[in-house]
């Protein structure tokens, strides 16, 4: 089952997109379509159309049109900041063409802020006539535990995103960790022997709440996976300068990711 696993990569930048609306920047005003990101966002794709789409960003409908993703068989939340939500209302789409509700996973926290934000999703409201929300199913998601789905296994893998706890997920040997500043030495054991890990990787300059590349490379060298890649980037971030500066800090595999990046 796990031969047929692949992790397609639909948005790498950070919360505002790049390039940034009106910004003058010459990453911004690059023609370099790898400098190009929506907003951070993939799924595993474990064949047969059960596809595993990880948070739903803002660009989630164009991210669905230009990928491979045509079927949704669960959402899974690794926290709960805009830009990794507000895309929800587009997996109606999905509702309409797969004629079911999607289940969609989410932490405690988690499935607490969604039910603040996007009340209309989860209950009946009589004043909200048409518009037709999506049809979802909010499933606790344990963060200490192997979610099983039938076609396929993920573990979920606790991270510090600044001071809040928030998840990355590894299916068979391939992990995908966006939005994090730490990773705890618990699960830094569960990133171990893996083909590849997508981390996050803002930028040059520090930031309280994600790792820089710098930081994120020092990360990779310890738990050496054989191909890695970093995203969330920032508008400071040009592509092929950011992969010399990666290549001047390791002799390992690591690249920038980008929008479109198919790995399996
Ligand atoms: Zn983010
Ligand atoms: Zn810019
Ligand atoms: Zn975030």
């Known amino acids: 089952m796990t031969a047929k696993l692949k992790l397609e990569i639909l948005g790498t930048g950070t919360s ?3 390039p940034i609306p009106s910004c ?3 990453v911004c005003g690059s023609d370099n379509p790898k400098n ?4 951070a966002s993939a799924f595993f794709s474990f064949g047969d159309g059960n596809n595993v789409l990880i948070d739903t960003s803002p660009d989630l409908r164009q991210q669905a049109l230009r990928s491979s993703l045509d079927r949704i068989s669960a959402v899974l939340y690794t926290h709960t900041h805009a830009d ?3 895309g929800i209302d587009d997996l109606r789409s999905f509702n309409f063409i797969q004629r079911e509700s999607i289940p969609v996973y989410a932490t405690e926290k988690s499935t607490e802020h969604l039910m603040k934000s996007f009340t209309y999703c989860f209950e009946t409201d009589p004043d909200y006539e048409g518009g037709a929300p999506p049809r979802l199913e909010l499933k606790h998601l344990d963060p ?3 979610l099983d789905l039938g076609f396929g296994k993920i573990m979920p893998i ?5 001071r809040m706890e928030v998840l ?3 299916a068979g040997s391939i992990a995908y960790v966006t939005d994090c500043s ?7 054991e569960l990133l171990k022997g893996l083909d590849v890990l997508v981390l996050d990787g803002l930028r040059v300059r520090p930031h309280p709440t994600h790792l820089t590349i710098a930081q994120a490379v020092e990360i990779l060298e310890e738990l050496s996976p054989k191909q890695a890649y970093i995203t969330h980037l920032s508008h400071e971030v040009e592509h092929e300068e950011g992969n010399a500066l990666i290549a001047s800090l390791s002799s390992r595999n690591i690249e920038l990711a980008y929008d479109g990046l198919v790995i399996d």
């Open 16 to 18: 505002t997109g790049v």
């Open 24 to 26: 003058p920047c010459r």
């Open 36 to 39: 190009k990101r929506l907003r």
């Open 84 to 86: 990794h939500t507000f």
């Open 144 to 146: 200490k535990k192997e």
């Open 158 to 162: 606790p991270v510090l995103h600044g």
């Open 168 to 170: 990355g997920f590894r």
């Open 182 to 188: 730490d990773i705890p030495q618990k699960s830094m």
